[in-house]
């Protein structure tokens, strides 16, 4: 498993060649041997290739201190940035986790509209799995050794530039169900070259994933478990929110359904005749019922996939040469392509009018309506026949650096470099309504020749986009025109191209001897300029789309002009209790053409007292200034369900429009990390390390449904981001845009133990895991949400973490054979931290924030994997393996409604008990 350590004891810097200085993340410091005040977890090849990772992300996200926000499981409906890995510490969100490629930054792949997957963040799909050869992650503060963005940590892929010979795997993979079936094929080679002075290594490797495509799939999401509105003055006794399976639209239908007045509850069947509506368990208010619905296909998580289905290529080559003088040229290129497709969601209507004059409507309805002198009605619909959304994103990551390293004299050396990267990005819809065009189809009236036409070709014949409207049928189902879904439906484009350069310089040597050792600095300077242009279709310009990215971004550059200074003094070496003591400190000034100028600093220490016993301590001010997205993204918009407290907590679709914000503040973070590193006995140690930050003006969309409850709570500067009816008050929209919001407070402890010991003749390896989180704390003028604890991720609102995550394996090794047992603990928790259930304090059913259960259990996954080395000679090796995930086919808690389904695949694995086999070759 992973490995939380420093410089002194990893296996990286013991078994590295003494003239050769090592670095290791969190410190610009060079040297061997130096003790790190900041833990570090080490994710080593050997364990990567044990769990037959198609992707480093998804050995990351095993980490107890990762969460799995932006995976193809959680994608959902929701098509920006589908398929994309990115990586999470401390569910801070993924744009404050620096993500480093051999110490360097690498260009971001991301772009704005999907509140899983923040913009600005590096898609960890672009780095070739198979030549990671460790993944170093530092679980704390960053920012004045690395930049900005390292508030919550940084994650450095450490690639092997030494590679001698070809080596490469071929794996396949597959639920025991039948699905999800995996893809992965990888080949690497490197040699010499020019007597030994210049070496070159190549790698390529492809992965294709085919998803599950259908939320009814999986027996917890079949179960269709959804709040159900209980409104107030309640005589039933149940709390407002009812958790209960078997969820229909109480509002909507596929054939349609009359949602108000006199003649609600008729709908539509397929011919257009009519029936009365079935509400089941229905309380008068809301989106959903459960059970009745004399239709049972109108099951609302219809084309919800649980996978997204993911393609990738990605290539990469390095070169390097030594030119001699203690000079060496240093090249690196790397290419990725990823393309995900998804279907999306179907268009869900509660709200169209339908008039009394539309010559489609059934002729009793007509009379209905006359008798009851009603002139119009409103109408929801499901719209199944016309079709869903079908969604589709490229990314195309290109990147190139070259530079030069050297030493001077004897300890010193330096290293100059220049990076350019590119992200293109391309993002189709197709079949997405365009809003107004629909409308105007649905309004028809019979013209005086009889024929049916569009009311807006007598009423508004000039307007441009009226021409072409055509008539459109919705009562029943397929009783439209082929002309009409032309003019109403349409194809949504987005193109954005994502541009990064960098220069940096560093400097790091020893600058003398004092009196407990050598006094190592390292400082450097880098300038950075990032830039994004983007060009979408006409009618995704004008927001005309049911599901529309906006128009194109575009803005100034962010220019990013750095400087920096670390360095370490020993303070005493070989003294009783105090076998060593020193000190790191380091300070970095930026200036951003944005955001001004800014000072982060860091101060640590480790007290090494025995060979037993080691404590370290940190404390750092970090930042991180709005990226571009954040800043200039321009208005887009999708549809969430939101519950209103103004109308008892009943639920709605309801526009959201997403978008960036120029006013935005650079977020400052102050940390603090202390922890000790025990070692009772030979092959044994145990690390515990407590973290402490704090985040003021934290960046963030809070999500609509947030920002409306804020605004009822008393938060009056939220109420402005929303629009409501001025008459009935039924929400409107709300703009959903990046905000400072007040403060982001997390807090929590890593445990790590690890033993090896013989056993059979064999090896015997022990190693957990653990991250218990004590707070994961918003606060804003609303008031104090902990999201510690939380293990849902309600629809439109931020996802919390577990108390506790623990992950360990138990592995044995003896000659050609290796077996290894990781298990995964999540502990139990509540479902919503805003929300109050049975056997919790406060909890009362007529509460606005009651919930008739609110509890989640936990859950424990298993995981095995074996191999065995069938040939080996020299260089030359066969090896065979085999893995088993969930082997215990657990399936995730059925009530955990979230924006990807009735589950929150976030932390809960919704594939099932799944196999993989393989090959690895080395010649």
């Known amino acids: 498993m992973a490995q939380q350590d420093d410089a002194a004891t990893s296996s990286t810097a013991d078994n590295a060649p003494s003239t050769e200085a090592i670095v290791v993340t969190g410190s610009r410091l060079a040297r061997g041997g130096f003790q790190a005040p900041t833990p570090v977890t080490v994710l080593g090849q050997e364990e990567i290739a044990r769990q037959g990772s198609a992707n480093i992300g998804d050995a990351l996200n095993q ?28 569910g801070l969100g993924a ?30 799909n672009m780095i070739p799995t198979s030549l990671v050869a460790r993944t170093e992650v530092v679980t704390g503060g960053a920012s004045a050794a690395y930049g900005s963005d390292a508030v919550a940590g940084v994650v450095n892929l450490i690639l092997d530039d030494r590679l001698e010979g070809l080596r490469g795997s071929a794996q396949l993979g597959m639920a025991e169900r039948g699905d999800n079936v995996e893809r ?102 809301g989106l959903f019922q459960s059970g009745g619905s004399a239709d049972p296909r109108n099951a609302y998580f219809d084309n919800f996939p649980l996978v997204a289905p993911v393609e990738r290529y990605s290539l990469y080559g390095q070169l390097r040469y030594d030119l001699g003088s203690d000079l060496e040229f240093k ?57 869903p959304m079908v969604g589709r994103t490229t990314r195309e990551t290109a990147r190139i650096a070259a530079g030069l390293e050297g030493r001077i004299g004897q300890g010193w050396s330096w290293d100059v470099y220049y990076q350019y990267g590119q992200t293109d990005y391309a993002q189709t819809a197709s079949n997405n309504r365009i809003n107004d065009n629909f409308l105007r189809a649905v309004d028809a009236v019979e013209a005086s020749d009889g024929s049916i036409v569009c009311r807006s070709t007598l009423t508004d014949p000039t307007n441009q986009l009226v021409q072409g409207c055509a008539p459109l049928n919705l009562f029943g189902q397929n ?79 962010v220019e990013v002009k750095e400087a920096f200074a670390e360095a370490a003094l020993p303070l005493a070496r070989d003294l009783p209790f105090m076998q060593s003591l020193e000190l790191n400190g380091a300070v970095r000034v930026t200036d951003y053409s944005t955001s001004g100028t800014v000072t982060t600093w860091k101060v640590g220490g480790v007290w090494d007292v025995s060979s037993l016993l080691r404590v370290r301590a940190t404390r750092s001010r970090d930042i991180r200034a709005p990226n571009f997205f954040e800043l200039y993204s321009p208005p887009s918009t999708s549809f969430q369900r939101i519950d209103d407290p103004r109308f008892d907590g009943a639920s709605e679709l309801v526009p959201v429009l997403i978008g960036g914000n120029e006013q935005l503040r650079p977020e400052t973070a102050d940390t603090f990390t202390a922890g000790v590193v025990v070692s009772p006995m030979r092959g044994l140690r145990i690390a515990a390390d407590y973290y402490d930050i704090r985040l003021d003006g934290a960046i963030s969309t809070l999500g609509g449904g947030t920002i409306v409850a804020r605004c009822e709570q008393g938060a009056t500067e939220f109420c402005a981001l929303i629009d409501r009816d001025p008459v009935t008050q039924q929400l409107l929209g709300v703009r ?74 138990i592995g044995w090794s003896k000659g050609p054979f290796a077996a290894q047992l990781q298990g995964r603990y999540v502990s139990s928790g509540v479902y919503n931290a805003l929300l109050i259930g049975p056997g919790e304090e406060g909890y009362a059913p007529t509460a606005p924030n009651s919930i008739s259960d609110n509890r989640i259990g936990a859950r424990v996954y298993l995981n095995l994997n074996s191999q065995i080395t069938v040939y080996e000679s020299g260089r030359q090796k066969l090896e065979l393996f085999g893995v088993a995930n969930n082997l215990l086919d657990t399936m995730p808690p059925n009530n955990t409604p979230s924006s990807s389904g009735p589950g929150n695949a976030v932390l809960y694995d919704v594939i099932g008990r799944a196999y993989k086999i393989g090959v690895r070759f080395a010649y």
């Open 95 to 124: 744009n404050r986790t620096l993500v480093l490629v051999n110490g360097r930054r690498f260009i971001s792949g991301t772009v704005a509209g999907n509140p899983l997957s923040p913009a600005g963040a590096v898609d960890l």
């Open 184 to 285: 992965f094929y990888s080949l690497a080679a490197g040699t010499s070259f020019a007597g030994g002075a210049g070496h070159i290594v190549l790698a390529g490797e492809y992965a294709g994933s085919d998803g599950i495509g259908s939320c009814y799939d999986r027996p917890f999401c079949a179960a269709e478990v959804a709040p159900i509105t209980n409104p107030t003055p309640q005589a039933n006794g149940l709390p407002r929110q009812v958790l209960l399976p078997n969820a229909r639209p109480a509002t909507a239908s596929w054939g349609g359904l009359i949602v108000s007045g006199p003649l609600r509850g008729t709908e539509f069947a397929d011919d257009g005749s009519t029936f009365q509506h079935d509400y089941g368990v229905y309380y008068g208010a």
């Open 736 to 809: 959903n845009i990046n905000l400072n919001v007040n403060s982001l407070k997390v807090r929590g402890v890593d445990f790590e133990a690890s033993y090896r010991t013989g056993l059979a003749d064999g090896t015997l390896d022990i190693r957990l895991l653990g991250t218990h989180v004590i707070d994961l704390i918003t606060v804003d003028s609303g008031g104090t949400v902990d999201r510690a604890g939380m293990n849902g991720a309600p629809t439109s609102q931020t996802s919390g973490v577990p108390s506790w995550t623990v992950t360990g394996n």
């Open 63 to 90: 980490l107890p201190s990762f969460r799995a926000q932006s995976t193809p499981a959680t994608a959902g409906v929701s098509l920006a940035n589908a398929g994309a890995q990115l990586s999470d510490l401390r």
């Open 479 to 557: 009783n439209f025109s082929a002309a009409a879904k032309a003019y109403a439906y349409g194809t949504a484009q987005q193109n954005t191209k994502l541009t990064q350069h960098v220069v940096a310089a560093t400097l790091r040597g020893d600058l003398f001897e004092g009196w407990a050792g050598a006094i190592p600095v390292a400082i450097g300077a880098e300038y950075r300029v990032e830039d994004a242009e983007g060009s979408a279709d006409p009618v995704s310009t004008a927001l005309r789309f049911y599901t529309s990215p906006g128009s194109g971004i575009t803005g100034p550059a």
């Open 331 to 387: 090249m690196d290129a790397s290419y990725g392509r990823v393309t995900a497709e998804l279907v999306g969601a179907q268009t869900r209507d509660t709200n169209i009018v339908i008039q009394r004059d539309n010559p489609f409507l059934p002729e009793s309805v007509v009379d209905r309506m006359t008798a009851l002198g009603l002139t119009s009605f409103t109408f929801g619909r499901i719209g199944q026949d016309l079709g």
